[in-house]
T-cell receptor, first 113, second 109 residues
Framework: DTAVSQTPKYLVTQMGNDKSIKCEQN?????MYWYKQDSKKFLKIMFS???????INETVPNRFSPKSPDKAHLNLHINSLELGDSAVYFC????????????FGPGTRLTVT | EDQVTQSPEALRLQEGESSSLNCSYT??????LFWYRQDPGKGPEFLFT???AGEEKEKERLKATLTKKESFLHITAPKPEDSATYLC??????????FGKGTSLLVTP
């Protein structure tokens, strides 16, 4: 059973388009996260939700909007995609808020052309 | 501002050749230091949590230690399957994990 799953695994799109990435966890965790890993492999937190409540919102363009319909799902919608948005996006979850022991999904590689 | 610096950026070892990876950090109010392993094309995988200076954790050929300013990941007699990128992260007062840029380890037979 996959603990944290993401769809799609690969996403290739043109500048200006809008796209979404979906994430689901079956671990029963309360907290979920979105991270961005750039071409230099640097992993940076974007957002975190705890029981559907936004608790971390780092300096991210407002073209990025997370949505958590329930505590097992956290989706990421990106409007007006730019070349600089190309990266690997990881979803993660943890048992509770403030836990550094996080379980990551396989990642979604987004390429904007 | 929290800062996590890992060294070296890349390390190549012969199978059986022990070594250490370094993670130095500055954070206001350390809530924990974490080590992760990331294989190519996959998400990071949690390895260890360290909370206080002097603490040590072990798992197979890996041992993580913590001082007030840095953490070391010691790899004893590594095998090719230990090849991966090792990431260090600190949890800040805002409950966010701040990652270092990682050390890419290659173990050759």
């Amino acid at each position: 059973d996959t603990a944290v799953s993401q769809t799609p695994k690969y996403l290739v799109t043109q500048m200006g388009n809008d796209k979404s990435i979906k994430c689901e966890q079956n671990l029963g965790h309360d907290t979920m996260y979105w991270y961005k890993q750039d071409s230099k492999k640097f992993l940076k937190i974007m957002f975190s939700y705890n029981n559907k409540e936004l608790i971390i919102n780092e300096t991210v363009p407002n073209r990025f909007s997370p949505k958590s319909p329930d505590k097992a799902h956290l989706n990421l919608h990106i409007n007006s995609l730019e070349l600089g948005d190309s990266a690997v996006y990881f979803c993660a979850s943890s048992q509770e808020r403030g836990s550094g022991e996080q379980y990551f999904g396989p990642g979604t590689r987004l390429t904007v052309t | 501002e929290d800062q996590v610096t890992q060294s070296p950026e890349a390390l190549r070892l012969q199978e059986g050749e022990s070594s250490s990876l370094n993670c130095s950090y500055t954070v206001s109010g350390l809530r924990g230091l974490f080590w992760y392993r990331q294989d190519p094309g996959k998400g990071p995988e949690f390895l260890f949590t360290l909370y206080s200076a002097g603490e040590e954790k072990e798992k197979e050929r890996l041992k993580a230690t913590l001082t007030k300013k840095e953490s070391f990941l010691h790899i004893t007699a590594p095998k090719p399957e230990d090849s991966a990128t090792y990431l260090c992260a600190v949890l800040n007062s805002g409950y966010a994990l701040n990652f270092g840029k990682g050390t890419s380890l290659l173990v050759t037979p």
